[in-house]
C-alpha cells in the first residue's frame, strides 16, 4: 500500500527557512501531481503548492514565500519555506494524486496523505 513520509517540520524563529520532505513508500505509485497542504488547530485544511510529477508544472497559493520541487529518481517531494512567519504555524500534509483534478487546491482532488509534519514558528 502506498504511504506517504513527511519529515522536517520542527520550530523555527520568525524570518527563518524550513525545507520539508515527503517520501512516496510502501508500493509502486505512477502520481500525476503531489501537493502540500497545511492545517492549524481550529482551522480548514489549507491548499499551499502543488507539482506535477512529469512536467514539474508548480501552482502556489498565495504563499508566494513556498517554493515545491520534486526528485522523481528518490519519489520525494519537497516544500522549502522561506520567511517564516507566527501564522504559518500548522501541520504540513503531503499529498497525491493519482490523475488530473479540475481544483487542484481542493483536499479532496487527492487519493493519499501522509499524517503530516509540525511547523512552529515562534515570534
Known amino acids: 500500500q502506498v504511504q506517504l513520509v513527511e519529515s522536517g517540520g520542527g520550530l523555527v524563529q520568525s524570518g527563518g527557512s524550513l525545507t520539508l520532505s515527503c517520501v512516496i513508500s510502501?508500493?509502486?505509485?505512477?502520481?500525476?501531481?503531489m501537493a502540500w497542504f497545511r492545517q492549524a488547530p481550529g482551522k480548514e485544511r489549507e491548499f499551499v503548492a502543488r507539482?506535477?510529477?512529469?512536467?514539474?508544472i508548480v501552482d502556489y497559493s498565495r504563499h508566494r514565500r513556498f517554493t515545491i520541487s520534486r526528485d522523481g529518481a528518490k519519489n520525494t517531494v519537497y516544500l522549502q519555506m522561506n520567511d517564516l512567519k507566527p501564522e504559518d504555524t500548522a501541520v504540513y500534509y503531503c499529498a497525491l494524486g493519482t490523475g488530473a483534478s479540475t481544483n487542484i487546491r481542493s483536499p479532496a482532488s487527492y487519493d493519499f496523505w501522509g499524517q503530516g509534519t509540525q511547523v512552529t514558528v515562534s515570534s
Open positions: 510502501g508500493g509502486v505509485v505512477n502520481p500525476y501531481c
Open positions: 507539482i506535477t510529477w512529469q512536467s514539474g
